[in-house]
């Protein structure tokens, strides 16, 4: 028996997903880094900046579900859990010297 027979639409279909692979793993690095960024701010007590980085992760996340890197549910899954990790940090008091 012969080898199999490729049609062009598949390899033309799996060129495609190949392609798609990539960039949804660009954009899942991106957010990943994003989000440790953020839990950085949150460790450090740094309320301002952990908002600002906040706002930034969900419009990434919402970005990411609109390319279709990844599913909608856990785009909002991550978005509640980040945001009452930022509603805890207790802002950082700073004395005088």
Not at 11 to 23: G, H, M
Not at 30 to 47: F, S
Not at 80 to 87: I, N
Request: positive net charge.
């Amino acid at each position: 028996m012969a080898g199999k027979v490729v049609r062009k639409s598949a390899v033309k279909t799996f060129a495609q997903s190949e392609k798609a692979r990539l960039r949804h793993k660009a954009t899942r690095n991106m957010l990943w880094t994003l989000e440790k960024k953020l839990r950085a701010a949150v460790e450090a007590g740094d309320k301002s900046a952990a908002s600002d980085l906040l706002k930034g992760q969900y419009a990434a996340l919402d970005k990411a579900v609109k390319s279709g890197a990844m599913h909608k549910n856990k785009a909002n899954r991550k978005k509640s859990r980040l945001g009452q990790l930022v509603a805890k940090t207790a802002p950082v008091e700073i004395k005088p010297a």
